[in-house]
């Protein structure tokens, strides 16, 4: 069993920047690509950012030059540096990867985190 858990959620002020990260454990045996969605209230979840095993990294266009993804491979671990943070990056972000489980012969395990509220407030 694999398991993403995602931390670094919170209250910032507009211009404001956090970080977050997400945590893959479990009998992983190799993580490919990761990434980050968010979904604000109302609205569908959208995708944010993505970056391949190899650190091949994409973007939506709506966070690009303010959002950055980086990654661990040691840890198992996605982060995503949010900056110039505005009333529209309020959202819970969540986590996805795509998973080998040790012992696993089939395809990656698409797999999410259970999601962290960044809420973007005067």
């Known amino acids: 069993q694999v398991q993403l858990v995602e931390s670094g959620g919170g209250l910032v002020q507009p211009g404001g920047s956090l970080r977050l990260s997400c945590a893959a454990s479990?009998?992983?045996?190799?993580?490919?690509?990761m990434g980050w969605y968010r979904q604000a209230p109302g609205k569908q979840r959208e995708w944010v950012a993505r970056?391949?095993?190899?650190?091949?990294?994409n973007y939506a266009a709506s966070v690009t030059g303010r959002f950055t993804i980086s990654r661990d491979n040691a840890k198992n671990t996605v982060y995503l540096q949010m900056n110039s943070l505005s009333f529209e990056d309020t959202a819970v972000y969540y986590c996805?990867?795509?998973?080998?489980?040790?012992?696993?012969?089939?395809?990656?395990?698409?797999?999410w985190g259970q999601g962290t509220q960044v809420t973007v407030s005067s």
């Open positions: 970056i391949t095993r190899s650190g091949s990294i």
């Open positions: 479990g009998s992983i045996f190799s993580i490919n690509a």
């Open positions: 996805n990867a795509d998973i080998k489980p040790r012992q696993w012969v089939g395809s990656d395990l698409n797999c």
